[in-house]
């Protein structure tokens, strides 16, 4: 992890745009800490739309025997914030500031594997609006989301 905070920290003081910075995560396989702890990855980027896929685990069930709602909305949340990070200067951050989640149908393991695919829906110069869709392999719909994320200067 260590090298990982290393990379991220050389990008954000360089001038990398937010795509560089996104495209050079996924060549040199170096995903953010929450991707490993949760099992999913950032798989795919371009201007303004993100995707990231990941097989749930036992290790992210709730109590009453499936998927807790708090993966679906992680795999979301990521996918509209990399939307976002997409389209962003070398001189900009970001920040969620409200993610509206609706689950659709239940999530186990027997799911299998769910991709996350969020795009800018509008990118202003101090907030920027993303919908995501979270989908399994057979294209079955899981969850929705919409967000509303806060551009910042660095």
Known sequence: MRSF???LADNAATDLTGIEQLRALIEHDAQPPICRTMEFALVSIEEGRAVFAGTPTHNVY????SVHGGYAAT?????????VHSLLKADQ??????????Y?????TETGEVTA??????MGGRA?????RLTD???NLLATATSTLLVIQR
Do not use: M, Q
């Open 62 to 65: 709730n109590p009453i025997g």
């Open 117 to 122: 695919e969020a795009t800018v829906i509008k």
């Open 5 to 7: 905070t290393v990379t």
């Open 137 to 139: 392999a057979r294209g």
């Open 75 to 83: 795999l979301l949340d990521s996918a509209c914030g990399c939307a």
């Open 128 to 132: 920027a609006f993303t919908e995501a």
């Open 93 to 102: 951050a970001y920040t969620t500031l409200e993610l509206k989640v609706s």
């Open 104 to 108: 659709l149908r239940a999530i186990t």
